[in-house]
């Protein structure tokens, strides 16, 4: 796993020599949050954001690193009688296709750190806020598959798909969290892609 891990960066030093342009920007957007193999769990809208830097490898191949603080979590399935909330600081590592014009395509592996982790009871005798740091394993990694389009050379939107591989909760094996982003992203300097 941990060679996994390093593959992107490995490829970002090897190629770091040849690389033409280093740019930096900023992204945000609402995400979907789910727990994998919880009955009792249904998905949660929340929010990511944090900022990014692109380094040229080839003609149509970037590497990407991200540091974005991202809300995760799920709701009860039934009359939302808990709602669990976790933060976590990800950095995801990508490398990045330019598939046609401005459409690119992105893969890589996520490394998170979890920050806070609370659940919210809203209904019965344990109504109240609960830490929940200790049910959670501190770090999470979870494979990226996306895509960006960019709207101007500083401007784009995009999705992502982020699948969790490592367990989320202490004690369990099977518990993974996942989540969709929608974002839209702002570079300080004018990209092709």
């Known amino acids: 796993m941990k060679r996994f891990i390093l593959l992107p960066q490995l490829l970002l030093i090897i190629f770091g020599a040849h ?7 900023v992204k945000a957007g609402p995400q979907i949050a789910n ?3 919880a ?18 490898i080839m003609n149509r191949l ?3 690193a991200e540091l974005v603080l991202s809300m995760s979590g799920a709701n009860n399935t039934e009359k939302d009688y808990y709602k669990q909330r976790s933060m ?19 893969s890589g592996f996520q490394l998170g750190y979890l920050l806070r982790a609370k659940m919210k009871i809203t209904e019965g005798n344990n109504e109240g806020t609960y830490d929940r740091e200790d049910k959670f394993n501190r770090m999470e990694v979870a494979f990226a598959l ?16 982020n699948r969790g591989l490592s ?3 202490r004690g369990y094996d099977k518990p993974r969290q996942n989540t969709v982003q929608i974002f839209a992203a702002y570079r300080l300097f004018e990209s092709e892609f």
């Not at 976590?88 to 014009?101: G, Q």
């Not at 101007?152 to 939107?157: H, W």
Request: aromatic share 14%.
């Open 19 to 25: 690389a033409q342009t280093l740019n930096f920007g």
């Open 35 to 37: 727990f994998t193999h």
């Open 39 to 56: 009955t009792d769990a249904k998905p949660a809208l929340l929010y990511h954001f944090g900022g990014f830097a692109t380094l040229d």
């Open 62 to 64: 970037q590497g990407q």
């Open 88 to 106: 976590y600081l990800n950095m995801p590592l990508l490398a990045k296709f330019r598939a046609y014009d401005r459409l690119s395509v992105h």
């Open 146 to 161: 996306g895509a960006e389009y960019l709207i101007t050379k500083k401007l784009s939107a995009g999705f992502r798909i």
């Open 167 to 169: 367990k989320l909760a």
